[in-house]
Structures are given as structure tokens and as C-alpha cells.
């Protein structure tokens, strides 16, 4: 692997780029592997990169039908928190974002993780109560988090509405929430594990499995089978689809989750906002772009589409937080297929079928939880036992009752 520098970058200036070679290469898919990933996003090439990386197996290879990062990974806010209620959740999710932290120096890549925090408000006495709750549930379990009134909340965020349709009285600030480039991500952990001899297969379809006496034998595909007893399945909004083909069923419902960028702008917003009373929530891309991010789509459906009503009613979210940007063009819609959790809660680990391990149920929060995620899902494949950190997203809690319900707990709402 090319190691990317200053250095590199002057050097291919003055030869007029021609030194550039690919960052990954287009690998042919072989007949037998030692493990397989099925899903080139994000969690499917943080998992490759890190059982090569973390357990040394190097013959590995990651199947994506479309392009990699082409699912929700290219197409989410890009928004990094930890800002959980039970101390399973904020430990995990806290340890990615601490992954995110040293993330572009593991992998020589500039994912542009921005450390910019993320506000969420209050309107009401129970929304104050809330993030008080939230707060507290926070720094015990050893998160950042701080409480701001009022004044605070103003000062802090210029042009910020003080006459919205929901009065801001308060707000939880998570200083080391922030951003990252989405696609980098991707990008960064594809050429990190290609250089440990990872084979990153696109436009390769998983059309089904081979399990025989209740154990995973192999996986079949658009461009041939392929033997293997190891494989994670890290499809996000696919997986009730693939779960169907092992032959059992997730308590997953899949959604459409919308998103729209504005045309580009000077700097005029420098942190995260979430405004729960519209489920709107708006960062600014270092492109200039305003990122709005909206509720999710009210029936389930795998149209990965924009709508009309949505686009309306986030828009008149944002407007009610920050009145300026009302005569700001928008420049693109889009959609990606969340898979959804009743208690909003991944599901980490190992499935009905031997051999075969899940990684899903990220619903509209998984972008933050790659690092995390593939980190700890690579520990599963690789030493067929659960990283402690995530051993309460089992499937299995589905069966003995004990979810870890963040969606009352926290608020979030999916
Ligand atoms: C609009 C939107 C906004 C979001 N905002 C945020 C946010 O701000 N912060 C946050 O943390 N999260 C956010 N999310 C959620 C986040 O994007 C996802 O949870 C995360 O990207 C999931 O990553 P993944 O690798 O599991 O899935 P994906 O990136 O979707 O990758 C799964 C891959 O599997 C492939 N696949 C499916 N079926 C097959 C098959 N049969 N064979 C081979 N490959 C297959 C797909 O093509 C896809 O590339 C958002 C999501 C959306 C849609």
C-alpha cells in the first residue's frame, strides 16, 4: 500500500498525478476463503480490515453487490455520538467514537472526522427533564455530556430562532460528537484491508446459502459458490431479506430514512443540532453543504427514494430552528433502508445457523457504530465468542426478554 503523506501528495503534484495507484484492487472472487463478509458497507470492510488486522486472518473476502459504501454508509448525516441511557449502549457506542478519534491515523485516510459536538433540545418541562436525565445517565456511565439554559444555548449558536413553533429552553451538548467524511470511511477501511490481502468483491450478489445439518457451508453468488464455514452478514436494511434465504426470521422492520443537502455555503453553523420536537437535525459539510436529516418514513418499504411530504416537513423543521436558511436552494434528496429494532438496539452476534454471525439492526444510528461494530464483530468470527462489549446484543435477548430498550430510554425514536 501506497503510505499517503504530504510527501506523497508533492510528489505526485509535480509529476502531474500520474503516481496515484488505485487504492484497492479488483479482486476476483476464489472458490474457498477462510471467512466471507457478506455487505460492503462501512461495518462489512471495518469487520475485514480488523480480523486481518486485530486476528491475523488474511483470507478474507468482503462480497458487495453494488459498490461499496453505494448502501446507507454513502448515504447517512454522518453524525457521531454516544449520547445513550444504558450503560451497555454508551459504552459501546463511546469506545467507536474513541476509534473515530485515532481513526485516519490507523488507517493512513482522512476520514475529516470533525469533533464539532452535537446539541439536542428541550421545548418543554418533560424535554428538560429529559436531558437532565439523559445527562446524568451519561457522565455515570462515562460519556461527555453538559447541560446548557437558556441564554447559553443562544450565544453558543448563532442564529439559532428564539420564536420557533417549539421554544428552545435547553439543551444537552456532547462536546466530542462531531462528523466524518462517510464515503472516507468506507474508502479508508477498503484500502487498509485490501493492503492485508482482504479481497473486496463488487457487483457480486449473495443469492443464498448452503447449510447443511444446521451449519454454514458456503455462500452462493452472482459469480459462482464459494466454500466457507465463517461468514457475517452485514447488509443493514437486507438483512430480514438474507435471514429469509438462511431459512429464519429478525425482529427487523425495514424503513426508508430520508436526507437532503443545500447548496453550498460559506461556514455559518459549527456544531451538530437535533431539535426532537421535529425530529429535524442539520450539520454543514465541509463542502459548505447544510445536511438535513429527517424522521423516518412512516410505513415500511425498501424504495430507497425522497418524498415530497418528507422533504416538506423537515424543511419547515429546519426553517423553525434557523429562519435564514429559508431562501437557501436545496441541491439533492435521497433515502436509505434502515433496518429497525423494536428497543433500538443492534443485534451483535451469533444467528440460528453455525457459523453464520449478524451484525444489524443499526436502524438511522449505525454510521457512528462502524469502528465499534466491526471491531467487535471481527472478535466474534474470529474467536467464536462475543466481544464483552457486546455481548448484550445478542438475538438471543429477543428470547429471554432482555432488551435494552434505548427507544424509550433515551428518546430516540428509531
Ligand atoms: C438518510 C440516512 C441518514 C443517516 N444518518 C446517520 C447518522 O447521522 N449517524 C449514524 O450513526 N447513522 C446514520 N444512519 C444510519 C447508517 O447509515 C447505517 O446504520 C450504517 O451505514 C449501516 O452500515 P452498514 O455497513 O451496516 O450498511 P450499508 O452501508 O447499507 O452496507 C450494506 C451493504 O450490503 C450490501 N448488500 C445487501 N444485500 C446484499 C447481497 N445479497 N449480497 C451482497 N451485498 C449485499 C448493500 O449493497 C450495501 O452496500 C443514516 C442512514 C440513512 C439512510
Given amino acids: 500500500m501506497t503510505r499517503y503523506s504530504a510527501w506523497s501528495l508533492l510528489r505526485a503534484g509535480l509529476s502531474g498525478q500520474r503516481t496515484w495507484t488505485p487504492a484497492w484492487r479488483d479482486a476476483k472472487p476464489k472458490k474457498r476463503y477462510q471467512a466471507v463478509i457478506i455487505g460492503g458497507g462501512g461495518h462489512g470492510l471495518a469487520t475485514a480490515y480488523y480480523l486481518a488486522s486485530k486476528h491475523g486472518l488474511r483470507d478474507i473476502a468482503v462480497l458487495e453487490r453494488g ?12 453524525v457521531i455520538r454516544s449520547n445513550y441511557f444504558f450503560p451497555e449502549s454508551t459504552r459501546f457506542y463511546d469506545f467507536s467514537l474513541s476509534l473515530y478519534e485515532g481513526l485516519s491515523r490507523e488507517l493512513n485516510y482522512n476520514v475529516m472526522f470533525s469533533r464539532r459536538g452535537m446539541w439536542s433540545f428541550a421545548h418543554d418541562r418533560h424535554g428538560i427533564e429529559m436531558l437532565r436525565r439523559s445527562v446524568n445517565a451519561m457522565r455515570l456511565n462515562g460519556a461527555d455530556a453538559e447541560y446548557h439554559e437558556g441564554e447559553e444555548v443562544f450565544r453558543r449558536i448563532p442564529g439559532l430562532s428564539r420564536s420557533g413553533r417549539f421554544p428552545i429552553l435547553a439543551g444537552l451538548l456532547q462536546p466530542r460528537g462531531g462528523t466524518a467524511r462517510h464515503d472516507a470511511v468506507a474508502w479508508g477501511y477498503a484500502r487498509a484491508a485490501d493492503a492485508l490481502g482482504v479481497d473486496i468483491i463488487q457487483n457480486c450478489d449473495v443469492t443464498g ?47 426508508a430514512l430520508q436526507a437532503f443537502v443545500s447548496e ?9 443540532v437535533l431539535a426532537p420536537s421535529t425530529g429535524t437535525y442539520l450539520s454543514q459539510s465541509d463542502k459548505g453543504e447544510i445536511v438535513v436529516g429527517s424522521a423516518l418514513d412512516l410505513f415500511p418499504s425498501y424504495a430507497q427514494r425522497g418524498s415530497l411530504p418528507v422533504l416538506e416537513q423537515t424543511a419547515a423543521g429546519l426553517i423553525d430552528l434557523f429562519p ?13 433502508i434502515v433496518d429497525v429494532v423494536q428497543d433500538s438496539t443492534p443485534i451483535l452476534g ?23 461494530g466491526g471491531f467487535c464483530f471481527a472478535h466474534n468470527i474470529a474467536t467464536g465468542e462475543a466481544h464483552p462489549l457486546v455481548a448484550a446484543f445478542s438475538l438471543d435477548r429477543f428470547r ?15
Avoid at 466454500?227 to 426470521?249: K, T, Y
Avoid at 435564514?324 to 441541491?331: E, K
Avoid at 429471554?400 to 428509531?414: F, K, N, Q, R, V
Fill in 67 to 78: 459498490w461499496i459504501g453505494g448502501g446507507n454508509t454513502g448515504r447517512n448525516t454522518t
Fill in 209 to 255: 446459502f448452503d447449510i447443511r445439518e444446521g451449519r454454514i457451508r458456503g455462500v452462493e453468488t452472482s459469480l459462482g459458490d464459494i466454500v466457507v464455514d465463517r461468514v457475517g452478514l452485514a447488509v443493514a436494511g437486507h438483512s430480514s431479506v438474507m435471514a429469509a434465504r438462511a431459512g429464519f426470521r429478525l425482529p427487523i422492520v425495514s424503513y
Fill in 264 to 272: 453550498p455555503m460559506k461556514p455559518v453553523l459549527d456544531t451538530v
Fill in 324 to 336: 435564514h436558511f429559508s431562501r437557501v436552494r436545496l441541491l439533492r434528496q435521497w433515502a436509505g
Fill in 350 to 372: 451469533e444467528s440460528p445457523v453455525k457459523g453464520l454471525y449478524l451484525n444489524c439492526g443499526w436502524g438511522t444510528g449505525g454510521f457512528k457504530a462502524i469502528p465499534g
Fill in 400 to 414: 429471554t426478554g432482555a432488551l435494552i430498550d434505548e427507544a424509550a430510554a433515551s428518546g430516540i425514536a428509531h
